[in-house]
């Protein structure tokens, strides 16, 4: 793998941000009726929507956050790498916390009422509540953060096995779905934090998806990825109607969608995504202030 910007990663990166950024608006309204949507009758056609993206939107970020930890590493040491993910995610996530996600709660409940729920709640803890709950899409760094630093002391275990992962054929890509769907089972936090699934992901990314030999075999193998994963989709769509989308996401069908429709994307990607021009590079600049 060169050590030089991946420009189809890049682009793949904005254009899911743009996706979060949808699925968020979509995801108060759905008529899935989970807890702090606006307190009126959803959109049931909204909710294939959510279904369409959630199961890898957020995946997709995690494996390519794991391709480039490989490049981040071929020019940093471990200790420069984690100096660096500590300014660029950890102190972003902590100043929003304490400026914004109290705020942010009581805009909420204002919106939805909620203040009716908590009414009994002694106030130090509601505010301990609020401001957790305030933590909203900020998530994300934080899990990427933690990922970070385990990681590191895997990252060192791993490679002493010395596995020729750019060897990985397609067969053996498709089949790290077992693991996927079981780790998507365990060691979820509140559904959102999917420490292990999450963990699983980024180091696909880094040791297995970084490969160039590896990247060739997911162009050329694109169309019947996305094939397989668009004829998963409405299954697993029908299938979680009615359910949260986070909850349905850890079904068989909805692992095998979303990692399919990664593997797709990733092939898709290199394909046509590989190029960059003066919106690509301001669209890429301005993804980390649209995601806040």
Known sequence: MENKRIHYLDNLRWITVWLVVLFHVINVFDSTGEVGHYKAPGIPQLDMVG??????????????????????????????????????????????????????????????????????????????????IG???????????????????????????????????????????????????????????????????????????????????????????LIAALALYLPQGLQSMGHGFAVSAKTPLAVAYGYIMCLALIGIGKSFLNFENKFTKYMLKRSFWVYL
């Not at 914004?100 to 009414?119: E, I, L, Q, R, Y």
């Not at 933690?146 to 590191?152: D, G, Q, R, T």
Request: charged share 15%; net charge positive.
């Open 51 to 132: 279904y369409f993206v959630y199961p890898w939107f957020m995946a997709l970020l995690f494996i390519i956050s794991g391709i480039c930890a490989k490049q981040a590493l071929s020019k940093r040491t471990s200790k420069e790498f984690v100096k660096e993910r500590t300014k660029r995610l950890f102190v972003p996530f902590v100043v929003y916390m304490l400026l914004f996600s109290v705020p942010t709660s009581a805009f909420s409940f204002t919106a939805v009422n909620g203040w009716a729920d908590f009414a009994a709640v002694p106030k130090p803890v509601l505010f301990v509540i609020m401001f957790c």
């Open 135 to 225: 933590m909203g899409h900020m998530w994300f760094l934080l899990e990427l953060y933690c990922i970070s630093l385990v990681f590191i002391p895997l990252k060192n275990l791993i490679s002493k096995l010395k596995i020729h992962f750019e060897r990985t054929g397609i067969v053996a890509l498709l089949l790290f779905m077992i693991p996927l769907y079981f780790s998507a089972q365990v060691l979820n936090l509140l559904e959102v934090f999917r420490n292990l699934f999450y963990l699983l992901l980024f180091l696909l990314g880094y040791f297995v998806i970084s490969e160039d030999a590896v990247q060739e075999k997911l162009e050329r193998y694109k169309y019947p990825l």
